[in-house]
C-alpha cells in the first residue's frame, strides 16, 4: 500500500514536468506555423497589392463609322483601319484637330495599338459592315489604362509624367463621354503574349504550361512508379540497389540549372528536337520530377504493411499479383500526393526551360507540344524583365495566377489522400 | 492410427533444417516427417522457432530477406527448396494462417475469393459465392458475417478476423494447411468450431498446427512436435508425448515448469 502511494506521488511530481515539456513544444509548434502563415500572407498581400490592377482593364466603347473612303473591300485585309478609328474617336472629342498630324496620332494612340487589328478583323470576317457605324469596345492604351487606374498622378509635373496635360484633357474628355469602363480583363487569360502591355496575355503561358506539365507526367509518372516498384519489391537488397538508391537521392538533389544544360546539349544538340518546344519541356521537368516520384512512391510503398504482402504471398498470388493487387493500390494516395507535389514543382520550376529557350517571345498560343511556347513561370520572368509600368502589374497578376494552379493542385493532393486513405 | 500414421508415406519431410536469421541460428538441425491426412501439433515456449519452421514448409520465408534456410524440405517427395520449383505453386498447395491475423483491406467477399480467383478455381459468379460460402460456414464465421460480406474485413473484430483468414486460407483448397495459432483469439465455442474444422480438413489433407495450449494439441492432433530454444526436442504420437514423454524437458514443459 505504501509502495503503491509513493508512485503516484513520484508520477505526479514528473506530470508537471512532463507537462511543461509538451507545452513547450506545443507553442514551438503553434510559433513556427504561425511565423509559415505571416510570410505566405506577406506574400500574397504584395502581390495582390501589386497585381490586382491587372485584372481590370479600361476599355473605351465608341461609335465606329466603317469609312468606305479609307477602307476598300477590293483591298482587303489592308486598309486605314487606323485612320478610321482615329476620326470616329475624335466625334468623342470637340476642339481636337486632327488635321493636325501630332494631335492625330495622339488620338490614335489613345487607343490600344491592337485596336485596328481588331476592326480589321471584323471587317475581313464581314465586309458588309463597310460604310456602317459599328459600336466597338477595345482597350485603352497602357499610358491611359495607368491613368484610369491611378496609376499616372495629374498632379505631377508635367515633363514628369508619361502623358501630357493635353492627352489627360482628352482622355477626361472620354471619360465625360461616358464611353471608358475598367472591365475583367479576360485579356489576361485568353490573349497570347503581345509587344503592348495591355494585350498581353498567358494563354500562350498557359497552354505551354500543360503541355509541358501533360508530357512531364506522361514521362515521369510510368517511369517513376515503375522504378520504385522494381527497387522496392523486386530488386535484391545488395550494393548495387545500396549505389542505385543513393543516386537516386542525389539526381532528386541536383539543382534544376543542370538538367537545363543537359537537356540544351542532349535533347536538343543530339536527338535535334526544336529549341522552345513544350516537348522538351516536359522532357526536362521529367528528368527533374522523376527523382521525387520514385523517392515518394518507394515511401509509400514501404509503409504498405508487410502482412498485407505476406497474405497474398502465403495464397498463391505471384509477387506481380501481389504489387499490383495488393501493394499498389494500397500506395496509391502516398503515390498521387507526391506526384502531384513533383508536378507542382515542376510547374514552378524557370531555370531549366530558360536554358531550352522557352523564354522566347511568342504572340500566339502553341498549337502543339512542338511548336515553340512560353511557360507560365519563363513568362513571369520575360514580363518582370519588361520595362513598360503595365507589365509590372501583369507580372504580379501571372505570379497570382501561378499560385492559384500551384495552391488548386495541392489541394487536389491533399484531397485525394484524405478519399483514398484506408485504415487497416 | 498409430500404424497408419507409420506406413503411409509422409506429406512432408524435413532433413536436417537449419535456419538463421542474419547470423543468429534460429533452429537446430530439424527433422520431422509430417504424415497425410492427419493433424500435426508444433508446441514449445514462446520464440523457440515454431512459426519459422512452418514458414519454410510454405518457403514464406524467402521474403524475408535476412532469412537463410539450409537442409532438405521435401513435399511429396519433391524437394521444394529446388530451383525448378516454383514457390508460387508450392505455396498454392501449402495454405497457410499466419500468427497475426492479416485480411486484406478489401470486402469480407473479396478477402475469400482472392484465392479462388487467382487460381481460376470458379467458373461464374455463383460458383465462386458457393465457394466463399462454404468457406465462411466452415470457418464458423457465415452466421456472423452473411449480411454485410461487402464490408471491409479489416473492420471484423480481432477473432472474427482470425476466422477470416481460416476461411481465405481454405478456400483455395490447398493439400496442406499451415496453421499458425488459429485460436490464439477465439472464445471457446469459435474454438470448438474451428478444432471440428480443423479435424475435418484432416480426412483429405494434412494439417500442421502451431498451438500454446496443450490441451488443444492433446484433442485434435495425432502427432506432436515439442520445439525448445530452436531444437526439435520430441516428435512422436501425441498420446505418447502427453503421456509418457522420453525427454525431460518435454515433460518439464507439458507441466507447466518450463515455457
Ligand atoms: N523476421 C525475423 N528476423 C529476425 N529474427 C527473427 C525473425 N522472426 C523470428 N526471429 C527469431 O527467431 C526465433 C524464433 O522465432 P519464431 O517466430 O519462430 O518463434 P515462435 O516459436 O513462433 O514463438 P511464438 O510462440 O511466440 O510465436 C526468435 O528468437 C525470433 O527472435
Ligand atoms: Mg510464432
Redesign the interface.
Given at each position: 500500500m505504501e509502495n503503491q502511494t509513493s508512485t503516484i506521488q513520484l508520477v505526479q511530481a514528473s506530470l508537471v514536468r512532463r507537462k511543461r515539456k509538451e507545452r513547450f513544444l506545443k507553442g514551438l509548434g503553434l510559433s513556427a506555423i504561425c511565423f509559415a502563415f505571416l510570410m505566405l500572407a506577406t506574400l500574397v498581400i504584395s502581390l495582390v497589392a501589386s497585381g490586382h490592377s491587372a485584372f481590370v482593364q479600361t476599355h473605351v466603347t465608341f461609335e465606329v463609322f466603317v469609312d468606305p473612303d479609307e477602307i476598300r473591300e477590293k483591298r482587303l485585309p489592308r486598309g486605314g483601319f487606323d485612320d478610321a478609328l482615329a476620326a470616329s474617336l475624335a466625334e468623342y472629342l470637340p476642339g481636337v484637330d486632327l488635321s493636325d498630324r501630332a494631335t492625330k496620332k495622339q488620338v490614335e494612340k489613345i487607343l490600344s495599338n491592337g485596336a485596328q487589328f481588331h476592326l480589321r478583323d471584323l471587317v475581313v470576317a464581314d465586309p458588309s459592315l463597310i460604310g456602317q457605324t459599328i459600336e466597338l469596345t477595345v482597350p485603352v492604351s497602357d499610358p491611359y489604362d495607368q491613368l484610369n487606374k491611378g496609376g499616372i498622378d495629374p498632379d505631377t509635373p508635367e515633363e514628369n509624367r508619361r502623358l501630357n496635360d493635353k492627352q489627360i484633357a482628352m482622355f477626361n474628355q472620354l471619360v465625360a463621354a461616358d464611353t471608358i469602363s475598367k472591365p475583367l480583363n479576360w485579356g489576361l487569360i485568353i490573349n497570347a503574349d503581345s509587344r503592348f502591355p495591355e494585350l498581353a496575355g498567358l494563354k500562350g503561358a498557359l497552354i505551354g504550361s500543360a503541355w509541358a506539365l501533360l508530357v512531364c507526367f506522361l514521362i515521369s509518372f510510368p517511369l517513376g512508379i515503375g522504378a520504385a516498384i522494381y527497387l522496392e519489391e523486386f530488386a535484391p537488397k545488395n550494393r548495387f540497389s545500396n549505389l542505385i538508391e543513393v543516386n537516386i537521392n542525389n539526381l532528386a538533389a541536383v539543382p534544376s540549372v543542370v538538367f537545363g544544360l543537359l537537356a540544351l546539349s542532349v535533347f536538343i544538340g543530339w536527338f535535334g528536337l526544336p529549341r522552345s518546344a513544350p516537348l522538351v519541356g516536359g522532357m526536362t521537368l521529367a528528368l527533374m520530377t522523376m527523382p521525387t516520384i520514385i523517392i515518394a512512391t518507394r515511401a509509400a510503398l514501404k509503409s504498405v504493411p508487410p502482412s498485407i504482402r505476406e497474405a497474398a504471398l502465403g495464397l498463391g498470388a505471384s509477387p506481380q499479383q501481389t504489387v499490383f493487387g495488393h501493394v499498389l493500390p494500397l500506395a496509391m494516395p502516398g503515390i498521387l500526393t507526391g506526384t502531384i507535389i513533383g508536378l507542382a514543382q515542376a510547374l514552378g520550376e524557370t531555370a531549366p526551360l530558360l536554358l531550352i529557350g522557352m523564354n522566347a517571345f511568342i504572340t500566339s498560343a502553341p498549337d502543339g507540344p512542338l511548336s515553340s511556347a512560353t511557360t507560365l513561370p519563363t513568362q513571369i520572368f520575360i514580363w518582370a524583365d519588361s520595362p513598360e509600368r503595365g507589365f509590372a502589374s501583369r507580372t504580379s497578376a501571372a505570379i497570382l495566377v501561378l499560385l492559384g494552379f500551384l495552391i488548386t493542385m495541392n489541394a487536389v493532393a491533399i484531397f485525394l489522400r484524405s478519399k483514398f486513405e484506408r485504415k487497416w | 492410427m498409430e500404424t497408419a500414421a507409420e506406413t503411409a508415406a509422409p506429406k512432408i519431410t524435413a532433413k536436417n533444417v537449419d535456419v538463421f536469421y542474419a547470423d543468429t541460428q534460429a533452429l537446430h538441425n530439424v527433422s520431422v516427417d509430417i504424415p497425410d491426412r492427419q493433424v500435426t501439433a508444433f508446441i514449445g515456449p514462446s520464440g523457440c522457432g515454431k512459426s519459422t519452421f512452418l514458414r519454410c514448409i510454405?518457403r514464406?520465408n524467402d521474403?524475408i530477406?535476412i532469412c537463410r534456410v539450409s537442409g532438405d524440405i521435401t513435399l511429396d517427395g519433391q524437394d521444394i527448396y529446388d530451383p525448378n520449383v516454383d514457390p508460387?505453386?508450392l505455396?498454392?498447395?501449402v495454405?497457410?494462417v499466419?500468427q497475426?491475423p492479416?485480411?486484406?483491406?478489401k470486402s469480407i467477399f473479396d478477402n475469400v475469393a482472392?484465392?479462388p480467383r487467382?487460381?481460376g478455381l470458379s467458373k461464374d459468379r455463383a460458383e465462386l459465392e458457393g465457394i466463399v460460402e462454404k468457406a465462411l460456414r466452415r470457418a464458423a464465421l457465415w452466421d456472423e458475417v452473411k449480411d454485410r460480406l461487402d464490408t471491409p474485413g479489416?473492420g471484423l473484430s480481432g477473432g472474427q478476423q482470425q476466422r477470416l483468414?481460416i476461411a481465405?486460407?481454405i478456400a483455395?483448397r490447398p493439400e496442406v494447411l499451415l496453421m499458425d495459432e488459429p485460436c490464439s483469439a477465439l472464445d471457446p465455442i469459435a474454438t470448438a468450431q474451428i478444432e471440428e474444422l480443423i479435424q475435418d480438413l484432416s480426412s483429405r489433407f494434412s494439417v500442421v498446427i502451431v498451438t500454446h495450449s496443450m490441451q488443444q494439441a492433446a484433442r485434435v492432433s495425432q502427432r506432436t512436435a515439442f520445439f525448445h530454444l530452436g531444437n526439435l526436442v520430441e516428435f512422436g504420437n501425441t498420446d505418447d508425448i502427453f503421456t509418457r514423454p522420453s525427454d525431460s524437458r518435454t515433460e518439464a514443459y507439458i507441466t507447466g515448469r518450463i515455457g
Open positions: - | 510454405n514464406m521474403t530477406p508460387v505453386q505455396r498454392a498447395q495454405g497457410m499466419f497475426k492479416n485480411p486484406f483491406p482472392y484465392g487467382i487460381h479489416t483468414c481465405r486460407a483455395t
